[in-house]
């Protein structure tokens, strides 16, 4: 009689799982806002200056400028999300012209919808960037903070209260401590969910607008 030995599978940690996944999270949302800014001041500014300009012409270069534009970013965008979302992020169908003089070519720019969902995005983007920036960037540095008070928080005017003082925990300098490590483990502990959520807020938002319909 023989017998079988089953070779053992091997799964990853649970911090192996974790870190990669927040790391990519953070990474998303940290340069999100960049990306976010820099849309806003091109395609915006651009189809501003455009449409003010319409009637003498020489908007129109400008309208078609920040419309190219903002498919580019919809593009680099589109990759992005595609990490964060865990699945292949289909693009869309523009519309095209068979002609290649300049005219006919941006009049399939201008009356081709997915484009203006583009600019859309590039001009509302920052909306839930700026969210999504702000709670990833204050949890880290909650935890950054309140790790590192002890190496720096004997630094700080004798004359502040700090927060464990004024609710009514003392003020030894070893009560900051332990209060401000243990802010920064409940930040730590909740930090990959918080920074997944906020990921994801931002992501979706992108899916709505960019994806194929």
Known sequence: ???????????PAPVARVLPRLAADTRYVLTGLPLAVAAVVVCATAMSAGLGLAVLWVGVPLTFFALMQARGFAATERERIAGVLGREIQNPSYRTSEVSRLLPRLWAVLIDGQTWRDLAHATLRWIPSTIAFTVVATWWAGILGGLSWVLWGWSLPDGDRELPELLGFGDAYLTNVAFYAAIAAFLVVTLPAVVRRAALFEARFAEKLLTAR
């Not at 009689?1 to 799964?11: D, G, H």
């Open 1 to 11: 009689m023989t017998t079988t030995q089953l070779e053992p599978v091997l799964t």
